[in-house]
Nanobody, 122 residues
């Protein structure tokens, strides 16, 4: 069983940067692909970015490509999402999720965190 906890959300002005982190307990991330999803009010949860178990491959939604970077964190069993050039439309609750292999299909993920709010003001 993997427990995931997100941190680092907050309020930022448009054009600013923010980093959210996902920490795992109960199991190491070395065996899992980790993804970030987000859900804005009234919208479906959508894929943002993912990293494979080794950290050698990353994947991004077109809407964040070139602005967001996913990486294995410096702390053990963490995955970071560095967000830059933020836009008001990036406002959402951001969730990290884990499963054995990468997919951008939200329902395929086995483990989820509780989410962290990111708000981008215009």
């Amino acid at each position: 069983q993997v427990q995931l906890v997100e941190s680092g959300g907050g309020l930022v002005q448009a054009g600013g940067s923010l980093r959210v982190s996902c920490a795992a307990s109960g199991h190491t991330f070395s065996s899992y692909a980790v993804a970030w999803f987000r859900q804005a009010p009234g919208k479906e949860r959508e894929f943002v970015a993912a990293i494979n178990w080794s950290g050698s491959r990353t994947y991004y939604a077109d809407s964040v490509k070139g602005r967001f970077t996913i990486s294995k964190g410096n702390a053990l069993n963490t995955v970071d999402l560095q967000m830059s050039s933020l836009k008001p439309e990036d406002t959402a609750v951001y969730y990290c999720a884990a499963r054995s292999t990468y997919t951008d299909f939200v329902s395929a993920y086995d483990y989820w965190g509780q989410g962290t709010q990111v708000t981008v003001s215009s």
